[in-house]
């Protein structure tokens, strides 16, 4: 069983920036497809961003490209998402995910989830 721990949700102002951390326990993170998804209230979780086993390859939602960028540490099996120029959109709780569902952006596909954190976005 594998466990992902996130950190660095808050409150943020627009335009503002925030660092969202995703610490896995408990497997060997390296063969795992790393990535975040977002749920707002009311609203389908749906896929942010993706990075492959070793970092080499990412993939984003269209709604966060140039802003946001994943990056992975494999000597501290974190994966992180830097989040800029925030806007009121992307207030939601933000899940980090594991699997192959990062690829496909089927929630149903991943084998594990973080507990989310929030992120809040406010003018």
């Known amino acids: 069983q594998v466990q992902l721990v996130e950190s660095g949700g808050g409150l943020v102002q627009t335009g503002g920036s925030l660092r969202l951390s995703c610490a896995a326990s408990?497997?060997?993170?390296?063969?795992?497809?790393m990535g975040w998804f977002r749920q707002a209230p009311g609203k389908e979780r749906e896929f942010v961003a993706a990075?492959?086993?070793?970092?080499?390859?990412?993939n984003y939602a269209n709604s966060v490209k140039g802003r946001f960028t994943i990056s992975r540490d494999g000597a501290k099996n974190t994966v992180y998402l830097q989040m800029n120029s925030l806007q009121l959109e992307d207030t939601a709780v933000y899940y980090c995910?594991?699997?192959?569902?990062?690829?496909?952006?089927?929630?149903?596909?991943?084998?594990?989830w973080g507990q989310g954190t929030q992120v809040t976005v406010s003018s």
């Open positions: 995910a594991a699997g192959v569902g990062v690829v496909t952006g089927r929630t149903n596909e991943i084998t594990y």
């Open positions: 408990g497997g060997t993170f390296s063969v795992y497809v």
């Open positions: 990075i492959s086993e070793r970092g080499v390859n990412t």
